[in-house]
């Protein structure tokens, strides 16, 4: 099946840097969202974008799709301590019904 | 407050003896999902249900049996674990199927000796 994989695997910053992840996937989507995960703790819900568009932002957050490339980033501006988590994409299947997660990406903001 | 409860957070438990993994929603919602979370693998779909009665297979269903009599409750099975089956546990709701954010619960810790 398909399955979103991150990049980088890990990542370490500054507090105040910009922290870009990044998320490839392989086959068509109708949409694909991101989440976060403080250790060992339940996934949130950070953006989801549809398939139809090709950036968004919340806040901080900032989200492409590049449905041609099958991949999609996310920023995060102005990091702070407090956004040290694992970041993960998520995608839907062809049939719209099963979530596909991939490895994560665990992001280390240093004070 | 919209919450998505899983029970037990942890358990320790013996290679063939049937356990099951409450997992309940207030927030009416219709597709309810279990993943298990391994280091490295990201979590993996074990099976999902888009409302009442309906239920499927996710990405890695072997081992384990769901149920969902009602619309609140989607308890995930394990009728004979099996100590490949340890790892962290999420349960998660979601009003539409997979074009809604998904609510996750804070998981729970399985230890199969």
């Known amino acids: 099946s398909q399955q979103g994989e991150e990049d980088p695997q890990a990542l370490s910053i500054q507090e105040g840097e910009n922290a870009t992840m990044n998320c490839s996937y392989k086959?068509?989507?109708?949409?694909l969202q991101w989440y976060r995960q403080n250790s060992g703790r339940g996934l949130v819900h950070l953006i989801l974008?549809?398939?139809?568009?090709r950036e968004k932002h919340s806040g901080r957050l900032r989200v492409t799709l590049d449905t041609s490339k099958k991949s999609s980033s996310l920023l995060i501006t102005a990091s702070r301590a407090a956004d040290t988590a694992s970041y993960f994409c998520?995608?839907?299947?062809?049939?719209?019904?099963?979530?596909?997660f991939g490895a994560g990406t665990r992001l280390f903001v240093k004070a | 407050e919209a919450q998505v409860t899983q029970n037990p957070r942890y358990l320790i438990t013996v290679t063939g003896k049937k356990l099951t993994v409450t997992c309940s929603q207030n927030?009416?919602?219709?597709?309810m999902s279990w993943y298990r979370q391994d280091p490295g693998l990201g979590l993996r779909q074990i099976y999902y249900?888009?409302?009442?009665?309906?239920?499927d297979k996710g990405d890695v269903p072997e081992g384990y049996k769901v149920s969902r009599k009602e619309k609140r409750n989607f308890p995930l099975i394990l009728e004979s674990p099996s100590p490949n089956q340890t790892s962290l546990y999420f349960c998660?709701?979601?009003?539409?199927?997979?074009?809604?954010?998904?609510?996750f619960g804070d998981g729970t810790r399985l230890s199969i000796l």
């Open positions: 998660a709701s979601s009003q539409g199927a997979t074009e809604q954010p998904q609510h």
């Open positions: 086959t068509s989507i109708n949409n």
């Open positions: 974008i549809r398939s139809n568009e």
């Open positions: 998520a995608t839907d299947d062809t049939g719209g019904f099963k979530t596909i």
């Open positions: 927030m009416n919602h219709e597709y």
């Open positions: 249900s888009m409302n009442v009665e309906v239920t």
